[in-house]
């Protein structure tokens, strides 16, 4: 059972554009947001978060936007960059546990 | 600041055999997650240690357990290994459970390759 799901598993943009990533999630109990982004032979690293009680959150050239009424939030990266190339995962968490479930990724390329 | 450290890399077993994963969490990093990465499944949640205590499981079978020790470091232990546990195992740290306090922290993985 995916709560997380990503379902575009690749996007390719050129570089200057807007990169948007989009992630569903199945579970009313997530409230808390998070988007990771992971380079080959690296570990995952913390990109931006957001809470259910904003429906935005900006930093710098990234965007999260939280559309809870759809279970839906997406990354916006302006302007994209070619170092922006990466495997990107969104993650929720809430409820009980609050463990962290991640989605199964969308791999960006940003052609120059 | 030292960031996680997952050993070993990169290690090949053979079916039916037995490893064990080992991560140091940041300094003053209390809690510690272990993910599976396989693709098309993304990051799978297999379980999370708080002061030597399991806090949250995922739906792994019983052939993969863990622990955590009085200085915050874990393992994790997968028994009678099958091909499809080929996998990165990475594990994460962060300074309380709950994520509101903190982000996780990733290791770069260990890569497990079962033959």
């Known amino acids: 059972d995916q709560q997380v799901k990503q379902n575009s598993p690749s996007l390719s943009v050129q570089e200057g554009r807007i990169s948007i990533l989009n992630c569903d999630y199945t579970?009313?109990?997530?409230?808390?947001f998070l988007w990771y982004k992971k380079y080959p032979a690296e570990g995952p690293t913390f990109l931006i978060s957001?809470?259910?009680?904003?429906d935005k959150n900006e930093d710098g050239r990234f965007t999260v936007f939280l559309n809870k009424s759809a279970k839906h939030l997406s990354l916006h990266i302006v302007p994209s960059q070619p170092g922006d190339s990466a495997v990107y995962f969104c993650?929720?968490?809430?409820?009980?546990?609050?463990?962290?479930?991640f989605g199964t990724g969308t791999l960006l390329a940003v052609q120059p | 600041k030292a960031g996680v450290t997952q050993t070993p890399r990169y290690l090949i077993k053979t079916r039916g055999q037995q490893v064990t994963l080992s991560c140091s969490p940041i300094?003053?990093?209390?809690?510690v997650s272990w993910y599976q990465q396989t693709p098309g499944q993304g990051l799978q949640f297999l379980f999370e240690?708080?002061?030597?205590?399991?806090?949250n499981k995922g739906n792994f079978p019983g052939r993969f357990s863990g622990r955590q020790f009085s200085n915050s470091r874990s393992e994790m232990n997968v028994s009678t290994l099958e091909l499809g546990d080929s996998a990165l195992y990475l594990c994460?740290?962060?300074?309380?459970?709950?994520?509101?306090?903190?982000?996780?922290?990733f290791g770069e993985g260990s890569r497990l390759t079962v033959l």
């Open positions: 240690y708080f002061s030597e205590t399991q806090r």
């Open positions: 579970n009313s109990m997530f409230d808390y």
């Open positions: 993650a929720a968490s809430g409820g009980a546990t609050n463990k962290l479930i």
């Open positions: 957001i809470s259910s009680i904003k």
């Open positions: 300094s003053g990093h209390r809690s």
């Open positions: 994460a740290s962060r300074y309380l459970p709950a994520p509101r306090t903190g982000e996780l922290f």
